[in-house]
C-alpha cells in the first residue's frame, strides 16, 4: 500500500515549499515532491527561482556591482585601487554557495515543520477512493497517495523557432548564469527583466551588450515615464538597446552566434556574438505531469487552467504560481501556496493581484505596484500624480546614486493610492511602503502625514506623495 498523506505538493519551488509548509502549520500530513538536482545528483529544492532565477541573478548582480563601484566609483569617496580584476570563477562559486544555502535552508524548513520530503519528478497515476496517486520518478521509484494535491510545477524558459538552447552559445536564463569568462560581445533577444538584469551584469564584467527588442517600445508593461528614465540610464551605462526589431536566421557556430535581423527602420542588420541569451519569456511546465491521466484541463499555452481561487477541473486539485495564470513571480506564487494551503483548511486564504509588487534589479532598480499612468488613461480613471527626484534626496546624493524618482498615482477625487512607480536606488526596498498602504487603501494624503526618519531614501516616498498636492518641501 502506497504512503497517505493529507496534502501532495508536487514542485518545491517558492509556491510549492511555502504551499508544504503552510499546510503543515495547519495541522495536515504533507508530502513534497521536487526533481532539481544539485553538482552532485543530491535534492536542491527551491526550483527556478533558488536554482537559475531570483536568487543566482541577484548574486551575480551583487558581485558585478563591487566590480563596477571599484572601477568607476571608489576614487570618488577618496578610495584609490590598481589592477582591479575579475575572477569570473570565483565570482560563479560565490553564486553556487549562495544557491546551496538557500537549498539547505529549504530542505532544514521542510524537515522542521514535518514535511515528508521525496525527491523525484512528480506525476499522476490515477484518482482513486483514498485520493490521487502520484508517481515518484527518482533514485527509488514509488507511489505515494494525496487527499488534496497541489501543483507547482513552475516554468521553462521559452525557446526561439530556430534557435534551440545549447546552454554553450545559444543560452536561457540557466547557461546565462553560467558563463565561464566574460565575452567579448554578448547579445540579448528581449529586453524584459532577465534581458536587463544579465546585460547589466556582463556589460559591468566588460562585455560589449546589445540588446534586441521586437516591440516598439521600452519595458512596455511600466510607467512610460519610469521606462524613459531607465532606458536613458542604461544607454549611459553602455547597454545598446534597439527596440522595433524582426529576429531572422540565427547560426550557431563554434566561432559564436550571427543574428540576423530587420531593425525600427525596416533595414536589414546582423549582429555577431561569442554568447547569445534568449530572454523571451517563459511557458508553464505541465510536461510529464501526465495530467490526461487524470483529466486535468490545460490551456492552449499549457498551462493549468484554474478559478479565482486556485481550483482546477478535478475536486482537490489546486495549482498556484507559474503553471497557471497571472504573473510568472516568484512572490505571487508564494501569496497563492499559502492561500490554497488555508482554503484546504477551510479558511479564507486571499491573493490581491492589484497589490502584487514588481521589480527589476538593475541599476537604477526599477519597481512598482498597481496601476501606471497609461493604464489609468485607457480606463477613463481621474487621478492625480506626484513625482520626486533622488537627486533632491540627501541620502541619494551621501549615496552617490541621485537617478530616477518616486512617482504616486491617487485617485483625483478620494486621492486614494491607485499605483506608485520608483526607478532609483533601493526602489526594491522602497516599494514594500507602497504595497502596505495600497492593501489598506491608504490616500496620498496618508503617506505625505507620516514622519519618514532623515536622512532616507524613503522621504523620496514621502515626497512624492506630497507633490500629488503640488506641496514637495524639498523640492
Known amino acids: 500500500m502506497s504512503k497517505q498523506f493529507d496534502v501532495v505538493v508536487i514542485g518545491g ?18 508530502a513534497c515532491i521536487d526533481e532539481w538536482k544539485n553538482a552532485a545528483g543530491g535534492p536542491a529544492p527551491g526550483g527556478t527561482c533558488t536554482n537559475v532565477g531570483c536568487i543566482p541573478s541577484k548574486a551575480l548582480l551583487q558581485s558585478s556591482e563591487h566590480f563596477n563601484h571599484a572601477n568607476h566609483h571608489f576614487a570618488e569617496h577618496g578610495i584609490e585601487v590598481k589592477g582591479v580584476s575579475m575572477d569570473v570563477a570565483k565570482m560563479l562559486a560565490r553564486k553556487n554557495n549562495v544557491v546551496k544555502q538557500n537549498n539547505e535552508g529549504i530542505l532544514y524548513l521542510l524537515k522542521k515543520n514535518k514535511v515528508a520530503f521525496f525527491h523525484g519528478r512528480g506525476s499522476f497515476v490515477k484518482a482513486g ?87 516598439p517600445v521600452f519595458l512596455g508593461a511600466v510607467d512610460e515615464g519610469v521606462a524613459k528614465e531607465a532606458l536613458k540610464a542604461f544607454t549611459k551605462q553602455g547597454l545598446k538597446i534597439e527596440l522595433g526589431v524582426k529576429v531572422g536566421e540565427i547560426k550557431n557556430s563554434k566561432k559564436g552566434v550571427s543574428v540576423a535581423y530587420t531593425n525600427a527602420k525596416g533595414e536589414a542588420q546582423s549582429l555577431d556574438v561569442d554568447k547569445l541569451i534568449i530572454s523571451i519569456g517563459r511557458v508553464p511546465n505541465t510536461i510529464g505531469l501526465n495530467a490526461e491521466a487524470v483529466g486535468l484541463a490545460l490551456d492552449e499555452r499549457g498551462a493549468i487552467v484554474v478559478d479565482a481561487d486556485c481550483k482546477t477541473n478535478l475536486p482537490g486539485v489546486w495549482a498556484v504560481g507559474d503553471v497557471v495564470r497571472g504573473p510568472m513571480l516568484a512572490h505571487k506564487a508564494e501569496e497563492e501556496g499559502v492561500a490554497v494551503a488555508e482554503r484546504i483548511a477551510g479558511q479564507h486564504g486571499h491573493v490581491n493581484f492589484n497589490t502584487i509588487p514588481w521589480v527589476i534589479y538593475t541599476s537604477p532598480e526599477i519597481a512598482w505596484v498597481g496601476r501606471n499612468e497609461q493604464q489609468l488613461k ?20 551621501a549615496l552617490g546614486d541621485t537617478t530616477g524618482f518616486v512617482k504616486f498615482l491617487a485617485d483625483a477625487t478620494t486621492d486614494e493610492i491607485l499605483g506608485v512607480h520608483i526607478v532609483g536606488p533601493q526602489a526594491s526596498e522602497l516599494i514594500s511602503e507602497a504595497v502596505v498602504a495600497m492593501e489598506f487603501k491608504a490616500s496620498a494624503e496618508d503617506i505625505a502625514r507620516i514622519c519618514h526618519a532623515h536622512p532616507s531614501l524613503s522621504e523620496a516616498t514621502k515626497e512624492a506623495a506630497l507633490a500629488v498636492d503640488k506641496r514637495t518641501l524639498n523640492f
Open 13 to 30: 519551488g517558492p509556491g510549492g515549499y511555502i504551499a508544504a509548509i503552510r499546510a503543515a502549520q495547519l495541522g495536515f500530513n504533507v
Open 378 to 397: 485607457a480606463d477613463g480613471v481621474a487621478y492625480k500624480a506626484g513625482q520626486f527626484p533622488f537627486l533632491a534626496n540627501g541620502r541619494a546624493r
Open 129 to 215: 477512493d483514498a485520493g490521487y496517486e502520484i508517481q515518484v520518478a527518482g533514485a527509488a521509484d514509488e507511489v505515494i497517495t494525496g487527499k488534496q494535491i497541489i501543483i507547482a510545477t513552475g516554468s521553462n524558459a521559452r525557446a526561439l523557432a530556430g534557435a534551440p538552447f545549447d546552454e554553450v552559445n545559444i543560452l536561457s536564463n540557466d547557461g546565462a548564469l553560467n558563463i565561464g569568462a566574460v565575452p567579448k560581445k554578448l547579445g540579448l533577444i528581449g529586453s524584459g527583466v532577465i534581458g536587463l538584469e544579465m546585460g547589466s551584469v556582463w556589460k559591468r564584467l566588460g562585455a560589449e551588450v546589445t540588446i534586441l527588442e521586437g516591440l
